[in-house]
């Protein structure tokens, strides 16, 4: 299993909002709109489809929609896309998207056909052919298939991109799902094979026995052609833990490792052992990365400081220990523990494990190298892998069986290359390169920095025209997450760049706290009560883009999706002067009552928690959808979501947008009705999704 739980995007203005809000009291009246929290029900869904009605017949109406819907599609459905690769045995897998396949085909080719400019696929799996036949409407969520043999593969199937899955034994030899193979039914669930006729499975086994965020924590082993009821359990978390999941690794020596992660909250988990003898606790900190098993040893980086066996490691370290060290029952007392320990500037994106070596995506001033590491008698010794300077890294397949691996290197004004690395030797070759999507001619990328309300330094990339003219005039749109750990890092967007910054736009991208991108502290700068900083450095971000003369509030909008679509549900309200467009995509907005929505519990590790009467003192004061105020000059907002998002769920939208209808305000609303937290489960509707966004900021920024 490669995919584990991780616990883990200038003073020149008065605030006229914030103040207000900050009087707030516990007692608030009764909300008129819970009804909307019903996701689909008949008169949610007329509300719905009345407001996607009249907002869609005003954008589509543009007469720019059109062509930006065509050059949308036109580049996520060009055929000369870099088929991301991932890599199964000695074969190279892809799932795919044109056209022709809107759901999506499974295919795979060797690792020599896959470097010619043409390869020849083989079709495993098509997904459109298999919604028809079975009358369904399924997503593709991924496929595990283990090490060794990697003769039988556990497919997961969405419907309409929801996080709950159905899971089913697919026989890739036969390029068909096994005639009474294992079917989980469907549900938030996650399993692994622990042999040939065994899997581990956590999952709602009986109606109810969920945590209070929705997901398992009950885990059991299942035979093959075994009931569900008939089950056996192995360990069993508690109902106000997030979530509890399996995971077993293994290593190109035959080592393997079964690990339950009982996570109790968003960020910490107890990781434990299950032995022929039963469970052992290792004894890891509880903010722990755990990225796979090398020569027996399990590869994990720790999020917080963390003393081991008399040795210290700092927060963000790359560390190796074998399960009985961390079990206390072997010395663990040696210093070739660490292999990397970041800097106060840098941080570890990624890790991934190959046959024999570490490979780590490593940020310096939010700007990546590759690096692959091996165990010595000496210590771990590195090799840095090909890539630009000022790019963005990211590993996208790690071989198992030996030590290539593929991994990608872009910017914002470079395509994207693909490159394929023995990570043994550190020898590397471009073997993909995505063609140019739009004229980047005569744009310049500049990393500034502002200050923030507490003295932090906050750093922001500026996408422009080489000749820009400082004058305030020039359409800008900022981008940011801030939060979850989750860094924001310079990349290739082909569509901001045909629809924005070609016609031009300035694009910018800031690091503010909440990220990852400054390793752990980072992030924790903005937990909980302390979130106040993380808006502040988004606020100081806009300012600085004004004071600098780049672009204007009449010429400034903002965008942020998921835990960014809250980021911009509170610079709304806080700084209504500063924006002329909000983009704010399947957001949170209700903050008093997000524990009780969807997967919402989950993250009271992030948020805080009502339950709490400091944090909910807290919440109250910055919760979007409970500090809309009448008579404030608010912009006209976009409100982008889906009715298939069952993890922040369309409701915070929804209400938002009704609270403002009941205020008179204006905005417009589009719930795709597929998609889940992506807001869209395919190709058209990405294109039909980035089109809309980019006529409405055109109408605000540009006209």
């Not at 090398?294 to 399960?323: C, H, M, N």
């Not at 840098?346 to 700007?367: C, F, H, K, L, M």
């Not at 073997?431 to 001619?441: Q, T, Y």
């Not at 005569?442 to 422009?464: M, W």
């Amino acid at each position: 299993m490669r995919a584990l739980l991780a616990l883990a995007a200038v003073a020149l203005f008065a605030n006229p909002v914030r103040s207000v809000s900050q009087t707030m009291t516990t007692a608030l009246p009764a909300d008129p709109y819970l009804w909307l929290e019903e996701t689909e029900s008949p008169r949610a869904l007329e509300w719905v489809k009345s407001h996607n009605t009249r907002s869609l017949a005003i954008l589509k109406a543009d007469p720019r929609y059109a062509p930006f819907h065509a050059e949308a599609l036109k580049v996520l459905e060009a055929t000369d896309r870099i088929p991301a690769p991932s890599l199964i045995g000695s074969e190279v897998y892809n799932f795919w998207q044109d056209a022709e396949h809107v759901r999506g085909l499974w295919r795979r080719t060797s690792v020599a056909e896959y470097a010619r400019s043409q390869p020849a696929w083989e079709t495993v799996l098509d997904l459109d052919a298999l919604s028809k036949a079975e009358n369904a409407n399924w997503v593709w969520k991924g496929a595990s298939c283990p090490a060794p043999k990697f003769d039988r593969c556990l497919i997961s199937l969405s419907d309409g991109g929801e996080d709950a899955v159905r899971v089913r034994e697919f026989d890739p030899a036969a390029k068909a799902f096994k005639p009474g193979g294992f079917d989980l039914p469907r549900g938030k669930q996650g399993a692994d094979w622990l042999d040939d006729d065994t899997l581990i499975v956590a999952r709602e086994w009986t109606p109810g026995a969920v945590t209070h965020s929705g997901y398992p924590y009950i885990v059991k082993t299942l035979k093959r052609g075994q009931p569900l009821d008939e089950a056996a359990e192995v360990f069993r978390g508690e109902v106000g833990d997030v979530a509890v999941d399996p995971a077993v690794l293994l290593d190109a020596r035959g080592h393997k490792l079964i690990l339950i992660v009982r996570a109790t909250s968003f960020f910490e988990a107890e990781v434990t052992q299950i032995t022929d003898v039963g469970p052992r606790r290792l004894a890891l900190p509880l903010k722990t990365k755990l990225h796979g098993l090398l020569d027996g040893a399990l590869i994990f980086t720790v999020e917080q400081d963390w003393r081991f066996s008399g040795v210290d490691y700092k927060s963000g370290s790359l560390l190796a220990f074998t399960p009985d060290q961390l079990a206390g029952q072997v010395s663990a007392t040696a210093s070739d523990h660490l292999i990397l320990a970041p800097g106060p500037r840098q941080s570890i994106e990624q890790v991934d494990v190959t046959a024999g070596r570490v490979i780590a995506a490593v940020y310096d001033n939010v700007r990546g190298q590759m690096i692959a590491f091996r165990p010595t008698a000496e210590g771990w010794k590195s090799t840095r892998l090909p890539a630009a300077d000022d790019s963005s890294v990211g590993v996208l397949a790690a071989s198992e069986i030996d030590d290539s691996v593929y991994y990608n290197v872009d910017g914002f004004l470079d395509p994207t290359r693909l490159w394929r690395a023995d990570a043994a030797t550190g020898e590397a070759k471009a073997v993909k390169s995505l063609p140019a999507r739009f004229d980047a001619a005569g744009l310049v990328v500049d990393q500034h920095e502002t200050t923030s309300t507490d003295g932090a330094k906050i750093p922001y990339f500026v996408v422009r025209k080489k000749g820009l003219t400082f004058d305030g005039s020039n359409p800008t749109l900022l981008y940011a997450y801030g939060g979850f750990q989750a860094s924001m890092l310079p990349s290739y967007s082909a569509t901001i760049g045909k629809l924005w910054l070609e016609r031009g736009g300035v694009y910018v991208l800031a690091n503010i706290r909440g990220g990852g991108e400054f390793g752990p502290a980072w992030h924790e700068a903005g937990l909980k009560t302390k979130r106040q900083l993380i808006y502040d450095d988004f606020a100081a971000v806009g300012k600085d883009l004004i004071a600098r003369q780049i672009t204007s509030p009449r010429r400034l909008g903002i965008e942020g999706g998921s835990n960014g679509g809250l980021l911009m549900g509170v610079e709304f309200n806080q700084h209504p002067e500063l924006w002329h467009a909000v983009v704010i995509q399947v957001p949170l907005l209700d903050m008093l009552r997000f524990e009780k929505l969807g997967a919402g519990a989950s993250w009271v590790g992030e948020y805080g928690s009502v339950s709490n009467p400091d944090e909910r003192k807290f919440l109250a004061s910055i919760s979007p959808y409970h500090n809309l105020k009448p008579g404030v000059a608010y912009p006209e907002p976009f409100f982008v979501t889906s009715t298939k998002d069952d993890r922040v769920t369309p409701v915070h939208a929804r209400k938002m947008a009704a609270r403002m209808e009941e205020m008179g305000l204006p905005f417009f609303y589009f719930e795709n009705t597929d998609g889940g937290h992506a807001a869209s489960a395919n190709q058209a509707q990405r294109a039909e999704r980035v089109a809309l966004e980019f006529v409405y900021l055109s109408r605000k920024l540009m006209d």
